[in-house]
């Protein structure tokens, strides 16, 4: 029965945060209400505060399961064939191929502007993926495939620099084409990435 319990818990977590995604992409995140993201989720008002008290434990929790995704798409980088390879397969995945977060990522990103409790949740998700970043960059230093020398945080930084910005323009340019932009990244990427001296140390 306490198995049983758990993953009713879990389940009903899911189901809530599904449906406030689904409410924060298609209403904002200030004109989505508790109760209609309630009734998204076919849950009495009740039901769903003994989850998650308020919009922003809403987007904690969203953020907590999105690092759990990103956590298995980075170590997917380790398990490829070179560590390039497993770049550019990261790097479409997000950047071009994901649709269903884009939108969303935008909106917590706008608000953390006004929102301290969203912004320190952004801060620690930026921190989180940096972090993921700078890993997967010294394994492929470790690899033998990234230069020794290069940069390591401050092109952690780079690479969420881009990210940030592909996502705006994917939100808001419906002329924007990643598939063009994409092999421009990467190539500037791998250049930046198997130079032999860091730009600090050879200026």
Request: hydrophobic share 45%; net charge neutral; aromatic share 6%.
């Amino acid at each position: 029965m306490r198995r049983a319990n758990a993953q009713l818990q879990v389940d009903r977590r899911a189901t809530i945060l599904d449906a406030a995604e689904r409410c924060f992409v298609r209403s904002g995140f200030h004109q989505t209400s508790m109760q209609e993201i309630c009734a998204e989720a076919g849950m009495s008002a009740g039901n769903l505060y003994r989850y998650f008290p308020s919009k922003e434990a809403l987007i904690a929790g969203i953020a907590e399961r999105n690092r759990a995704e990103a956590a298995e798409d980075f170590a997917a980088v380790d398990k490829a064939s070179t560590f390039f390879e497993g770049l550019a397969a990261l790097a479409r995945h997000h950047l071009v191929e994901r649709n269903d977060k884009i939108t969303l990522c935008v909106e917590i990103m706008a608000e953390s502007r006004r929102n301290e409790a969203m912004a320190a949740t952004q801060h620690e998700v930026k921190q989180d993926i940096k972090a993921r970043l700078a890993a997967m960059i010294r394994s492929g230093i470790a690899r033998g495939e990234v230069s020794p020398h290069v940069d390591v945080e401050a092109i952690a930084t780079f690479l969420l620099v881009i990210g940030d910005g592909i996502f705006w323009q994917r939100s808001g340019n419906p002329d924007f084409d990643g598939e063009k932009v994409l092999p421009l990244i990467l190539s500037a990427v791998h250049g930046i990435l198997t130079k032999p001296s860091s730009p600090r140390e050879s200026s």
